[in-house]
């Protein structure tokens, strides 16, 4: 895996790469959609590649390792054979369950015992069974395990847990080096940041994190409740620590305004299951602001559902439509909704990247983050 940094904007932070995997060639910034059981929820394969344009998608360890379980996904030859994906592939770790299932987990040096949300049975994961289990997922891209703090969170035991994080991260790149890949391709792991929203201990995990010369360098233990402000300023911070030659991932973040400030801070990667998750409620995210498709105010609107849209579902369908679909509880609305917003996170953050090659991101961001927040 190699990473080429292209350009930096000017007036911000920004930055445009390359990120060369076993499995294509990924170009930055870049959204990856969340398909946490080895499909993004409601969309086809096909769809992902052609109508929303993904470079790359996600899956999640822990939901992975419990259903379909490992004898399946090996079996057939790792994730990418099993469900028909040949672009790179990401895999979290499992370290944000840890903090999902407060109620169902138990947090040890060791590692961690939790209870299956599916059957209640207990499993253990380890620092090194984490890496175990992602190298026979065989994802391009692996997470250590980590504990993401909540928000909010005493100082103490925000250091506490960085620590921990740290140690477990040795234990990872240990277990990276006995091992190898399954399946003839290379995998990278890429480290996490913690520290909550505490500075000093940030920089100190940022500092830590970039001794270990990893080929990319996450940040994780944001977009869990606490406000922009903060984001933001943990989000520059690390950003100023972390190497400008690597690829810097911000986990699970978040809304368009989001994306396109963190990137205006130095972040080439992000993740996050709104644009899914929302559109199953209604919720379509357009060039022109937020619409939520169950309101009255569409029932007789029979113009195209984001006459500035790049997939076909934006000009085919229409916003009365798509209401009734979604209000009648039809799967296809909430299939429709999903590819539209999927397709506008990538079309956000592809005509990011050609700002910041054409020198005009800085104007273009101040201008879309006013539109992206206006509630249609």
């Known amino acids: ?26 170009q930055t910034p870049i959204f990856m959609p969340v398909g946490t059981a080895g499909t993004v929820k409601g969309v086809h394969q096909h769809e992902l590649d052609k109508e929303i ?29 099993f469900n028909g994906w040949n672009k790179p592939i990401l895999t979290d770790s499992g370290g944000y369950q840890v903090y999902s299932l407060s109620g169902q987990r138990k947090i040890k040096e060791a590692g961690v ?7 209640g049975s207990y499993h253990f994961f380890t620092p090194e069974r984490a890496i175990d289990i992602q190298r026979t997922i065989g994802a391009d891209i692996i997470m250590a395990f980590d504990e993401c703090t909540p928000y909010p969170c005493d100082y103490a035991y925000a250091k506490k847990s960085m620590h921990m994080t740290h140690r477990w991260l040795k234990r990872c790149f240990d277990q990276m080096d006995r091992t190898a890949p399954k399946y003839g391709y290379e995998q990278a792991l890429f480290p996490i940041v913690q520290g909550s929203v505490y500075e000093d201990l940030r920089e100190r995990s940022a500092e830590k994190i970039a001794s270990f010369d990893a080929v990319g360098n996450a ?54 299951v709104m644009p899914t998750r929302n559109a199953r409620h209604g919720m379509l995210f357009t060039s022109e602001g937020i619409i939520n498709i169950k309101n009255k105010k569409w029932e007789m609107d029979f113009s195209p559902l984001d006459p500035n849209g790049t997939a076909t579902v934006d000009q085919v369908y229409s916003k ?11 799967f296809l609305g909430f299939q429709i909704a999903s590819i539209h917003n999927l397709a506008f996170y990538l079309a956000l953050v592809t005509e990011a990247r050609t700002r910041i090659l054409d020198g005009t991101f800085s104007e273009w961001k101040d201008k879309m983050v006013v539109k992206l927040a206006n509630r249609l």
């Open 219 to 272: 940040i994780g233990g944001l977009s869990v409740g606490e406000p922009d402000e903060e984001l933001y300023k943990a989000t520059d911070l690390v950003c100023g620590i972390l190497p400008e030659e690597k690829p810097r991932y911000l986990m699970g973040v978040g809304t368009p305004v989001n994306i396109l400030e963190c990137i205006a801070l130095g972040v080439d990667m992000f993740d996050c």
């Open 53 to 81: 344009n993904a470079q790359i998608i996600l899956g999640n360890t822990y939901h992975l390792y419990l259903k379909p379980g490992l004898e399946v996904i090996e079996g057939a030859g790792g994730l990418h054979k």
């Open 113 to 119: 015992k939790f209870q299956s949300h599916h059957d």
């Open 1 to 26: 895996m190699h990473f080429t940094l292209q350009k930096k904007d000017e007036k911000t932070k920004a930055r445009a790469g390359e990120l060369k995997t076993d499995h294509g060639t990924i």
């Open 320 to 330: 009365s439509y798509v209401r009734h679909l979604i209000r009648s509880n039809e």
